[in-house]
């Protein structure tokens, strides 16, 4: 079965929910070594997300214009620009779509992982979320079904977090700390992984 705009929705209803589950490890997570506040601007994020998906749309394009709308007005973080530049970069390759296909998603995500890159600075190795938008785009290449994408993604999203937990962050505000962020969890990858896991289950 190929994706459509039920399966976005259900998506965001499942990252809503994770989003508000997750809020005060994120906080505590952010607060190692940030602002202690990705928590709170993810379920921010995502409570406007889910809100803002048109009950009868079919577009998926329309979908995510809609989401990418509702991020930029629902926080003035890094996060929800971030968050905004994939709702936009997923618009723009889905406009005129009514369905997706499985093996579609690694392509798409690695528009998503190339705009972001490009918006915030980050490269590969920076112990960022985009290490793990990369890991997962790599796993789901070829995959093609939903079943097949969704082992693949928590996978490399698991393989990804215990790989860069005992490297030192190099972007933002977390580099200050530099060596001392070395054995902590980065709070983006944390919260992509929670995300994923959610949506995925």
């Known amino acids: 079965?190929?994706?459509?705009?039920?399966?976005?929705?259900?998506?965001?209803?499942?990252?809503?929910?994770?989003?508000?589950?997750?809020?005060?490890?994120?906080?505590?997570?952010?607060?190692?070594?940030?602002?202690?506040?990705?928590?709170?601007?993810?379920?921010?994020l995502f409570e406007a997300i889910a809100a803002a998906i048109p009950d009868?749309?079919?577009?998926?394009?329309?979908?995510?214009?809609a989401c990418a709308k509702a991020c930029a007005?629902?926080?003035?973080?890094?996060?929800?620009?971030?968050?905004?530049v994939a709702m936009m970069t997923l618009a723009k390759a889905t406009k005129g779509r009514s369905?997706?296909?499985?093996?579609?998603?690694?392509?798409?995500l690695a528009s998503v992982?190339?705009?972001?890159?490009?918006?915030g600075g980050a490269k590969l190795g920076d112990k960022t979320v985009i290490d793990m938008i990369d890991a997962v785009t790599i796993a789901l290449d070829a995959?093609?079904?939903?079943?097949?994408?969704?082992?693949?993604?928590?996978?490399?999203?698991r393989e990804t977090l215990a790989a860069f937990r005992d490297r030192p962050n190099k972007l933002g505000r977390a580099r200050m700390f530099g060596e001392r962020t070395i054995g902590l969890d980065d709070p983006g990858m944390l919260a992509f992984s929670r995300l994923l896991n959610a949506v995925a289950a």
Not at 56 to 65: A, H, L, P, R
Not at 113 to 119: L, V
């Open 113 to 119: 992982r190339d705009q972001m890159m490009a918006r």
């Open 56 to 65: 009868q749309e079919t577009d998926i394009g329309s979908v995510f214009q």
């Open 143 to 157: 995959c093609k079904t939903r079943d097949e994408a969704s082992e693949a993604a928590q996978h490399a999203a």
């Open 1 to 44: 079965m190929a994706i459509t705009t039920n399966t976005l929705r259900h998506a965001a209803a499942c990252a809503r929910e994770a989003a508000a589950l997750a809020q005060d490890d994120l906080n505590a997570a952010d607060g190692k070594i940030g602002d202690g506040d990705t928590g709170v601007m993810l379920r921010r």
């Open 73 to 84: 007005s629902g926080t003035g973080s890094s996060l929800g620009t971030l968050v905004t």
């Open 99 to 108: 369905e997706i296909g499985w093996d579609e998603l690694g392509g798409l």
